[in-house]
């Protein structure tokens, strides 16, 4: 599976962005998803994930409340809505997909299969 994210941007403190990652190669519906994000400096961290039902979801503590992530097997694509952002958000933002990770691994960067290239968002005080 390829994937592609688009959508970010530089942005005001509180404002909203809505990531899109879109795959192709095959269809997402018979994989996990996930958002990681990396700042400058930092280490890749776990953002959210879907499982490949879209029936459940998972946030990092830091974005839970704030960010959504929803799946579309139909468009192939998943998302990534994020309000109220904050200057700790800023980082390049990618996106994952993996057939058969489980939900113990899901925070695990290194567990995924399957990487798009990052999009950059800018969160500005």
């Known amino acids: 599976v390829q994937l592609q994210a688009s959508g970010g941007g530089l942005v005001q403190a509180g404002a909203s962005l809505r990531l899109s990652c879109a795959a192709s190669?095959?269809?997402?519906?018979?994989?996990?998803m996930g958002w990681f994000r990396q700042a400058p400096g930092k280490e890749r961290e776990f953002v959210a994930a879907?499982?490949?039902?879209?029936?459940?979801?998972y946030y990092a503590d830091s974005v839970k409340g704030r960010f959504t992530i929803s799946k579309d097997n139909a468009k192939n694509t998943v998302s990534l809505q994020m309000n109220s952002l904050e200057p700790e958000d800023t980082a390049v933002y990618y996106c994952?997909?993996?057939?058969?990770?489980?939900?113990?691994?899901?925070?695990?960067?290194?567990?995924?299969?399957?990487w798009g290239q990052g999009t950059k968002v800018t969160v500005s005080s």
């Open positions: 994952a997909a993996d057939r058969g990770i489980i939900l113990s691994s899901l925070r695990r960067a290194d567990a995924w299969d399957n």
């Open positions: 190669g095959t269809t997402i519906s018979s994989y996990n």
């Open positions: 879907i499982r490949r039902s879209g029936g459940y979801t």
